[in-house]
């Protein structure tokens, strides 16, 4: 039989600890986000419909971005056991340069729209973290701006070939003027995806006001007050503005852009030169041989053409078709450090992350920014020992294998036959 007795004070207190009050709301809201998901849900709540979905959406159905998210989510890791690693290091060497961490900043337009610290949060926080940062060329913030921002750190150049060849050009040598080391000149852009959220939100350059939006923008006044008292969105590559995103993107973008086109920028543009929007294997070793320093498969985050290839997919083939040598980086899709490692592990050298540095930046400014990059890599980090494995280095494709949900008509009616 139990034996009973009364609570002892004393032990009471030992057993319960109370936990000390946190009055910084922003501080508080973020603790609690223990992943890039969380933070989504906070930026959902803090940020107006319109400006939020333009950051959360993609191009038409959105099968594109779902696609690319199922892939990371569709891999299964294979652990060594008995290989203690009680510390990892994260760090790589990525076109001639350190970064802390096998990820970076990926280019994102129209960012002080999302939350008014824009481009220079997302900078400020690179610079802490030692990692790269990418500004748009539809940025918000000027190049002199991030380089102020990020005055020892990476700063990367993300650049679209617009209808007036010269406003590239010039922006290019700004961009390297301003000691920025790589060019990530973006190829899948030659006309606007369509991106139906924000057709159904309305959402225009500059913003315009509804009945929806006002109702929309009432229980979250703080944003509005951020935007109206901080100076006007300023765009480097835009001469005007007035209208939707797409239409200013069918304006600005030409949809001749060549390899010719690279050969000028080549001429300009003193750095490192990767290109963005690579989604075959074929471009891939073309563009090897053109002499680039390197490739990310991207589709744009989904954001234009829908239905296209996954990039985490083409991953193994590429690098296999270009060799070791050649620089290969990856974006779309990336939601957990553990994305970041299965890329790593079948080949990528790098990684940028977009949504998830605009989910943070969402919640909670520059603040955000930082607990989006201590999440990843703490996640990194945990991955890396669950698989015994103390440096980037030793990650290979043994580690991973991706599952497939996809599988081509024609391989699958191989295999019946074979059957």
Known sequence: MVQRQLPNPVELLELMKFKKPEFDGKKRRLDSALTIDDLRTIAKRRTPKAAFDYTDGAAEGELSLTRARQAFQDVEFHPGILRPAPSVDTSVDILGGPSALPFGIAPTGFTRLMQTEGEVAGAGAAAAAGIPFTLSTLGTTSIEGVKAANPHGRNWFQLYVMRDREISYELTRRAAAAGFDTLQFT???????ARLRDKRNGFSIPPQLTLGTIINAIPRPW???DFLTTPKLEFASLSTTGGTVGELLD??????????????????????????????VEDSVRLRDAGVDGIVLSN?????????????HLLPEVRKAVGDDFTVMIDTGIMNGADIVAAVALGADFTLIGRAYLYGLMAGGRAGVDRTISILRTEIER???LLGVASLAELEPAHVTQLTRLVPVTRAASDAVVR
Do not use: C, E
């Open 383 to 385: 991955t890396m020992r």
């Open 300 to 312: 744009h985050g989904g954001r234009q053409l829908d239905r296209a290839p996954i990039p985490f």
């Open 251 to 280: 304006a600005a973008m030409d949809p001749t852009i060549s390899y010719d086109d690279l050969a000028v920028i080549r001429d300009i543009w003193p750095g490192k030169i990767v290109i963005k929007g690579v989604q075959n």
């Open 223 to 225: 944003w509005w007050y």
């Open 187 to 193: 190829v899948d852009t030659p006309v606007a995806g």
